[in-house]
C-alpha cells in the first residue's frame, strides 16, 4: 500500500502549491518528512538538463536509493554536452534529508545540497540554502519502487 499513498501524495502535492501551501507547511508536526524518502526500502529518481558556463548542458540524472531501512546510498550520473559529444562522470555515496534540504555526501567527500520544493523538484542550492541560479532543477522521474 505505501506505492498507493505516494502516487496519491504527487498528485496532492501540485494542489497544496495552487493553494498557498508548501510541501514544508503541510507536513505533519512530528518530524516526518514528503513520501518515499523514510520508506525503508525506497527508490527515488530525478532528472535534468542543468546550465553549464563551458558546455551545452549537464543532462543530470540522480537515483536515491535506501535498502532495509538503514542504508541510503544515490548514483549519481552527469554528462557535459558540447555539441555532439558527451562526457560522462558518476559518482555515489550516502545522503541524508535535513528538512527541505537533501545532502550527497560522495565516496570522495565531496557534499551536493538540493532544496526539495513544494512540488517534490531537487533545486541546487549553495551552503546557505539559497538556489544556485534558475537553470538548476531536477524533476522526478516515474514512481518509486517501494
Same mark, same amino acid.
Given at each position: ?6 502516487? =496519491?501524495? &504527487?498528485?496532492?502535492? /501540485?494542489?497544496?502549491?495552487?493553494? +498557498? ?12 518528512? @514528503? /513520501? %518515499? ?8 529518481? =530525478?532528472?535534468? $538538463?542543468? !546550465?553549464? !558556463? ?12 535506501? %535498502?532495509?531501512? *538503514? ?7 552527469? @554528462? ?6 558527451? #562526457?560522462?562522470?558518476?559518482?555515489? +555515496?550516502? =545522503?541524508?534529508?535535513?528538512?527541505? &534540504? ?6 570522495? %567527500? !565531496? #557534499?551536493?545540497?538540493?532544496? &526539495? ?5 531537487? *533545486? ?7 538556489? !544556485? +541560479? ?7 522521474? +516515474?514512481?518509486?519502487? $517501494?
Amino acid at each position: 500500500m505505501p506505492a498507493f499513498r505516494y502516487r =496519491w501524495s &504527487i498528485l496532492l502535492l /501540485p494542489l497544496l502549491a495552487l493553494a +498557498g501551501c508548501s510541501a514544508e507547511t503541510s507536513a505533519p508536526r512530528n518530524g516526518t518528512s @514528503a /513520501p %518515499g524518502f523514510d520508506s525503508p526500502d525506497a527508490e527515488l529518481s =530525478w532528472q535534468g $538538463m542543468l !546550465a553549464c !558556463a563551458d558546455c551545452d548542458g549537464i543532462d543530470t540524472r540522480l537515483r536515491l536509493e535506501r %535498502g532495509n531501512g *538503514v542504508v541510503s546510498q544515490y548514483e549519481l550520473v552527469e @554528462a557535459f554536452l558540447d555539441g555532439e559529444e558527451a #562526457e560522462y562522470f558518476r559518482e555515489s +555515496g550516502r =545522503w541524508r534529508r535535513d528538512g527541505r &534540504i537533501l545532502r550527497l555526501q560522495s565516496t570522495s %567527500g !565531496a #557534499e551536493r545540497l538540493y532544496a &526539495i520544493d513544494g512540488a517534490g523538484n531537487l *533545486v541546487v542550492v549553495d551552503r546557505a540554502g539559497q538556489a !544556485a +541560479g534558475p537553470d538548476r532543477v531536477l524533476s522526478p522521474v +516515474g514512481s518509486p519502487r $517501494m
